[in-house]
C-alpha cells in the first residue's frame, strides 16, 4: 500500500506534460482536462488515506479495499506513462498495451480521453467510495508502539553473554569513581545499539553486579516497584549476605569472565561507592511517568498525584541530593524524554553518581552524554562467538564439520546480533535440529513474520520498521531489498535511485550532489540503528551502508507481501508489479500480463529473456551493475525502447561502447559507466537534457566536439544542462570536455573529477586550466562551493603541470572539497591554493611516495580546514603541532604504508589556542604501527573516535585502549580496512 502516496506525488508533474502534449497534438477532447483534474485529485485522497492507516496492519475488508486503490492508482499512472510513452516513439511502429491511432504509431488524444473516463467511473462507483470514506473517517485505532513487548525480553538472553565480557569491563570501567578528585561528578553513560544486540543485557549485568547481594535478594522477594531502588539505609545492617543467586528479575546471572578474581576484585571496589540503587523502563513512558516512577521508589510515602513534572523534578532532586546513586533508564525513544528528567539528578560536587541510559537512538544518546559522560557503542558478535551461542543454544551435538557446513548460512543471516542467535537456535532444535537448518535459512523472512516462537525477534524488527513516521521512510527501508545480501549500498547511488523512483521530492539544491532532505532520510535510518554504516567519506558522512541480516529478511517479507517488490523466488500474484530484483535469477516479463515494472535491478547472468527488456517500456530504474552477460548490444534495445528511463547503471559490466541512439533518453537523470570498458562516449550523452549526473572515466569521441562547439549546443550547455556532477573525464589528446567545461560551469556543475594522462597537449591543458579556474570562481555564487578532484596517476611530475598547478593557485573564489591524487606531491602548491581560498572544508591528498611532515603543516594555516586525509608510503620528520594549527579540524586520517611520525602536540595553556581543539575523529591507518607513536591523545579534548588498521597488532590496540581509559571522553576504537584496498 505504500506506493500509492508516491504515485500521487510524481504524478504531479506528469499531468502538466500530459496536458502540454495533448495541446501540442489535438484539440482538447471534451472534458479531458476535467478527468484529469478529478482523477490526480482522487489520487491524493487515496494517498492521504492509505498514508493515515500505513502505520497499523490492516486486515480483511479494510486491506482489501487499500490493495484495490493501490491497484487503481498504478492504473492510473500506467494510462498516463502510456501515452508519454507512446509519444516519445513517434516514428516508430511497435504499438504498446493495444492503445495506438489509426495509424499504430501513437496513443490518441481520444484513447487517453477514454481510458480516463473509465477510471473516473471505477473511482466513482457509490459502494466502493462509501466503502473508501467510512474507512478513512477516523485514525487508526492503534499505534505501532502501543503492542506490548513481549515477556521473554526478561529471560530469553538470560546469561546468555558469549562475547560480551569486554564490553561489561569496559563499562564497569566508566563506572569506577575516578582517581582525580576534580572528576568526582556525575556522569551519565549511554549504551546504545540496535534491538537485540544486549543493551538491557549489559546494563543489567551491570546493574545486578554493583547492588550488594542483600538488596537483590529483597528485590527478589518483592520488595521494590518497577522502578526498582534499594537504598542501604533501609537494611538492617548485619544482615548482609554474599551469596549470589540466579534468575534475578532485574538482571542474570554474570558471564564466567566476571566471576574470574580480578574480576570479582573490581566489583566490590565498584559497589561500595554507590548508597542508592534505581531501574526503570522508558519506553512508551512519557518523562512525568518516568519521573514519577523513580521517585515512588525513592519516597514511598510521597504522593505524586498533586505534583506537577517541575514539582516531581524539585522532590526528586531533594531525595537524591548528597547521595552516591546508580540509576538505570533502559530503552529511551525520545529525546525530549530526557530533556525533561536530566534537571532532576543533581550535579553536586565530588558526588560520583552515575546514570546508565540504554536506546537504540544514536542521537539520544548523544543527548544524553553531552557534556559529561560516555557513549557506548554496543557490537555485534564476530563469526566464532556467533557460531559458538548458536550451537549452544541449539544443543547441537553433531560432528563439527556438519555443524558448520549445515548451519553457517542461518548462523550468516543472524550477521552476529544475540538476539537473533538466541531465537532461531531454540526454533531450530525444536523442528528438527540440524537437518532443518537450511530449511529455516530459505524460509526465515516467513518465519520471522508468522512463527510464534520468534516472537521476540518479530517484535524487534516491527518495532523498528512501524516506529518509522510515514509511509515515504518505511518505502526508504524497503527499497534496501532491491540490493544483493551483504552488498553495501552506496549512499549517493541510493539516494539517486530514490529521486527517479519518485520516492523522495526534488526541491531546490542545497548541498553539493546531496540535498538536505535527502541525507537526512538515510540519516534517520542509520540514526535508529536500522541500517548500519559501512563506510564514511572524508568529511565523516556516511559512504555506504547496509541492513542486518535479519532485517534483510524481515524486508523481504514485508516487499513481498506488501507488493513493494518482486523477486525469482516468488511467484508474484498482483496485477501491478512495479519492481523485480534479480541476482543470479531468472525472470520472463511477458508471463507476467499486465506488469510494467518501473525499477529493475539484475546482477550476475541474466539470461536472454530478461535482456530482451520485453514489457520494460514504462521503466524508470534500471540497474545492471556486474550484470555479466549484458552486451552492447542490448544498450542498443535500452536505448531505442526503455525512452522514460531516469537511472541507468552499467557499473561493472562488460559493455565498452555507448550508441548514439542514447539521445531518445531524454528523461535520463543518471549514467553510471564506472568500471566498464567504456572509455569515450558520444556528444548526445552530455546534449541529454535531464542529465544530472555522469559517472565514469572517459573522453569525448573524436570529432564531436566541432558539433558541439556550435553556437546553439553551447548555448544548451551554458543555461539548460542540469549536469550538476561530472566524475569524470580523461584530460588526454582528444579535445572536448576541457573545451566544454566552461559553459557546462556557467550552468551549476557542483562535483568534477579529472584523469591526466601524459599524452595530454598544451591547448587540452590550457582550456582545462581557464576551466577549474573558472569552476573555483563561480562556486562563490553557491552556498556551498564546489568539490573538485584531480587525478595524476598518468600524468609526469613536468614543468607543464607545475604551470598549472602554479595557475590554480592564483584564482580566487569558493572550493568547499579538493582531491588530489597522484605520484608525486606538490605540497607548496596546494597549500598555496588552499590558503587563496579561504574556504576549504576538505583536503585529501593521496600520493604514492612519501610526504614531509614539514610540507604537510604548513596546511594548517587554512583556518576553516574541517576534513584533512593524508595517504602516502611513509611520512617522513617528526610530526610537531603547535598551538592554532588545525584549530578548525574535526577529522584527521593519516593512511600509510610503511610509517607513521612520532606526532608532538604543543598546544600551550589558552584553551582558545589549543592545536586541533576540535579533533573528534583521528583515524591511523597504518599496519606497522608500533604503540601510540608519541601521541598523547588527552591533548585532544575533543576526540570521540580513534580508527586503526584491521591489521594492526593485539599490543598495538591494547595500548591504545589503555590510553583511552585514561582521557575525558573515552573514545570509541574501530579497526577498518585499508581504503586502498576497497
Known sequence: MLDCSFVARLLAPVVTFVLKLVHEQHELTDGIENDIDFVLRELH????????????????????????????????????????????????????????????????????????????????????????????SGAPSSTPESTPEPQEQNTRLLGKTVGMSGALQDILEMIKPPQDLKEEKLKVISIVGPGGVGKTLLARTVYNTNRPVDQRNAAKKGKSSTANLMNRDHLKKGKRKRKRKQ????????????????????????????????????????SYKVLEDILKAVDKQVDTAILDRHGLIQRLESRLSGKRYLIVIDDMRNKQQWEHIKAAFPDKPHVRSRVIVTTRIQSISDA????????????????????????????????????????????????GLPLALVSTAPFVRDNGGLDFCAQACLQLGSFLEKDKSLERMQWVLRSNYNGLDGSALKARLLYFCTFKREYEVRRNSLIRRWLAEGLLDRTPRLSSSLLIEEYNSLCTLIDRNIISPTGVSNNGKVKRCRP???????????????????????????????????????????????SYPRTLVVSGEAG???????????????????????????????????????????????????????????????????????????????????????????????????????????????????????????????????????SIVNRGLRKLKIWFTSDVDDTNLSDLTEGIMQFIREGSNLIDGR??????????????????????????????????????????????????????????LSFTTTLRWDDIVLVGQCGILRYLKLVAVDIEGEAIIERQQFKALKRLSLVVQERVPHVSIHDGHDPENKALKRLESLHIICEQLDGLSGIEITHLTSLKEIGLHSGTTPATVRAWKDATRHHPNRPNIELVEDPRNA
Open 247 to 286: 534468575n534475578d528479575r532485574h538482571g542474570g546471572p554474570l558471564p564466567e569472565s566476571h566471576q574470574h578474581r580480578e574480576s570479582s576484585n573490581n566489583v566490590h571496589q565498584v559497589c561500595a561507592h554507590f548508597d542508592l540503587f534505581v531501574w526503570t523502563h522508558a519506553a512508551d513512558m512519557s
Open 548 to 594: 542486518s541480516g535479519m532485517l534483510l529478511e524481515y524486508i523481504l517479507n514485508k516487499s513481498m507481501v506488501e507488493n513493494f517488490a518482486a523477486f525469482p523466488q516468488q511467484e508474484p500474484q498482483a496485477q501491478y508489479i512495479r519492481r523485480f530484483s534479480m541476482h543470479h535469477g531468472r525472470y520472463d516479463f511477458r508471463d507476467f500480463g499486465k
Open 787 to 844: 568539490s573538485l578532484s584531480i587525478g595524476l596517476q598518468d600524468y609526469p611530475d613536468s614543468s607543464p603541470f607545475q604551470t598549472f598547478m602554479a595557475s590554480l593557485s592564483t584564482v580566487k573564489g569558493s572550493l568547499s572539497s579538493l582531491k588530489l591524487h597522484g605520484p608525486s606531491s606538490p605540497l607548496g602548491r596546494v597549500i598555496t591554493i588552499c590558503i587563496n581560498l579561504g574556504s576549504l572544508d576538505e583536503l585529501c
Open 45 to 136: 485522497a487515496i494517498a492521504a488515506a492509505t498514508e493515515k492507516h500505513s502505520s497499523v496492519p490492516v486486515e480483511g475488508d479494510a486491506r482489501c479495499i487499500l490493495e484495490e486503490w493501490r491497484e487503481l492508482a498504478y492504473e492510473i499512472e500506467q494510462c498516463l506513462d502510456i501515452f508519454i510513452h507512446s509519444h516519445a516513439r513517434k516514428r516508430q511502429r511497435t504499438p504498446l498495451l493495444g492503445l495506438e491511432d489509426d495509424d499504430g504509431t501513437l496513443m490518441h488524444p481520444t484513447d487517453l480521453a477514454r481510458s480516463l473516463k473509465n477510471l473516473r467511473q471505477k473511482l466513482e462507483e457509490p459502494e466502493k467510495r462509501a466503502k473508501r470514506y467510512g474507512l478513512c
Open 368 to 415: 544524553c552524554s553531552s557534556g559529561n559522560g560516555y557513549v557506548y557503542k554496543m557490537r555485534t558478535l564476530d563469526k566464532s562467538d556467533s557460531r559458538t551461542l548458536f550451537i549452544k543454544e541449539a544443543s547441537l551435538n553433531e560432528d563439527e564439520k556438519a555443524i558448520e557446513q549445515q548451519s553457517s548460512g542461518l548462523i550468516s543471516k543472524c550477521d
Open 608 to 742: 536472454k529473456d530478461v535482456l530482451s527488456f520485453d514489457n520494460c517500456e514504462l521503466m524508470r530504474v534500471l540497474d545492471l551493475e556486474l550484470c555479466t552477460d549484458l552486451e552492447n548490444c542490448h544498450l542498443e534495445k535500452i536505448c531505442e525502447d526503455l525512452l522514460l528511463l531516469k537511472y541507468l547503471s552499467l557499473r561493472g559490466t562488460g559493455t565498452t561502447k555507448i550508441p548514439r541512439n542514447i539521445e531518445h533518453l531524454q528523461w535520463l537523470q543518471t549514467l553510471d559507466l564506472r568500471k566498464t570498458g567504456i572509455e569515450v562516449i558520444p556528444k548526445e550523452v552530455v546534449l541529454l537534457p535531464q542529465l544530472a549526473h555522469l559517472l565514469g572515466r572517459f573522453q569525448l569521441l573524436d570529432g564531436d566536439y566541432n558539433e558541439l562547439s556550435k553556437p546553439t549546443l553551447k548555448q544548451f550547455l551554458s543555461h539548460e544542462s542540469k549536469l550538476e556532477t561530472l566524475t569524470g573525464f580523461v584530460a588526454g589528446k582528444n579535445s572536448g570536455f576541457p573545451q566544454l567545461l566552461n
